[in-house]
């Protein structure tokens, strides 16, 4: 090949190449203006999303001005931001509860995420509730150790030395609501009223039986099942929670022994 061809062979190579580069220079930076032509369109549709939603705050918050709206949500939010430490650590602090702690915190960094002051009142309508429980808990009343009583329907006639106390048969007294199992012993008419449990002493006849309310076996006539040893069987009679029937034995005379369910 003469050097002619060779050196125009070059040129070309050169011309090719050049405009190769000039072609991908100018595709690159097509390419990179579409791309933030697209960050830009994106950024405007963020903004008008974000403006579309501050509006409705606005609205949703009753106010015709943006700019009294933004300075109004800044205070709130200032105002209350730090709530839980006002209160944790306030006069009232003993009273707060560990329920009630944790609450408060949820309720301050609620305020701080806040988008509206709608949603601020919200959440310091319910600070407030807690504060007044708090407060009610701090002047709640102490209650103080009952003393126990021997026995609230004894008229007492005689007084030993031991501290016990003596009571006649015309001393008993009918309580209203008779033998309960807090107070374990009763007295009516004459008789000495008391009670054994189905779990210490389960009786063999027990599922013609039904409890009532209170934990008495009753009979299907509504009879209060009990047991005398002065008694016979299947007597009835009038004990302080109603009409008693005879069906079991095995306590001291003169008392009537309720069978009841009570553990």
Same mark, same amino acid.
């Given at each position: ?23 991908? #220079? ?5 390419? +990179? ?12 549709? @963020? $903004? @008008? ?12 918050? *009753?106010?015709?001005?943006? /700019?009294?709206?933004?300075? +109004? &949500? ?7 931001? #730090?709530?839980? @430490?006002?209160?944790?650590?306030? @006069?009232?602090?003993?009273? %707060? ?20 002051? =709608? ?29 126990? %009583?021997? $026995? ?6 005689? &007084?030993?030395?031991?501290? $016990? ?6 001393? &008993? ?10 107070? *374990?012993?009763?007295? #009516?008419? *004459?008789? =000495? ?9 389960? #009786? ?17 006539? /509504? ?8 008694? +016979?069987?299947?007597? =009835? ?19 009537? +022994? ?6």
């Amino acid at each position: 090949m003469s050097k002619g061809r060779v050196f125009i062979s070059v040129i070309l190579i050169l011309i090719l190449g050049a405009v190769s580069f000039f072609a991908w #220079h100018e595709w690159q930076e097509v390419k +990179d203006l579409r791309q933030q032509c697209a960050k830009q369109v994106a950024h405007i549709q @963020e $903004n @008008e999303q974000s403006l579309m939603l501050i509006e409705s705050w606005i609205k949703e918050d *009753g106010y015709s001005s943006a /700019g009294q709206w933004w300075e +109004d &949500y800044q205070k709130y939010q200032a105002d209350y931001s #730090h709530c839980d @430490e006002k209160v944790i650590n306030g @006069e009232n602090s003993d009273y %707060v509860t560990e329920e009630q702690k944790n609450r408060l915190q949820e309720i301050a960094a609620e305020i701080k995420k806040s988008r509206s002051i =709608t949603e601020i009142k919200t959440l310091v309508e319910e600070l407030n509730t807690i504060i007044e429980d708090i407060d009610k808990q701090k002047n709640a009343p102490i209650l103080q150790e009952e003393t126990p %009583v021997i $026995n609230d329907n004894l008229i007492v006639d005689d &007084y030993i030395s031991d501290n $016990n106390f003596i009571a006649n048969d015309e001393d &008993y007294v009918v309580p209203s609501s008779g033998l309960t199992q807090q107070s *374990g012993v009763n007295y #009516h008419d *004459g008789r =000495t009223e008391t009670y054994y449990s189905s779990d210490v002493l389960y #009786h063999y006849r027990t599922p013609e039986w039904t409890v009532d309310e209170e934990g008495f076996y009753r009979t299907d006539e /509504g009879y209060y099942v009990v047991a005398a040893s002065d008694m +016979d069987q299947g007597a =009835t009679f009038e004990g302080s929670k109603g009409t008693c029937i005879v069906l079991d034995s095995g306590c001291s005379a003169g008392t009537t +022994d309720y069978y009841v369910a009570w553990s």
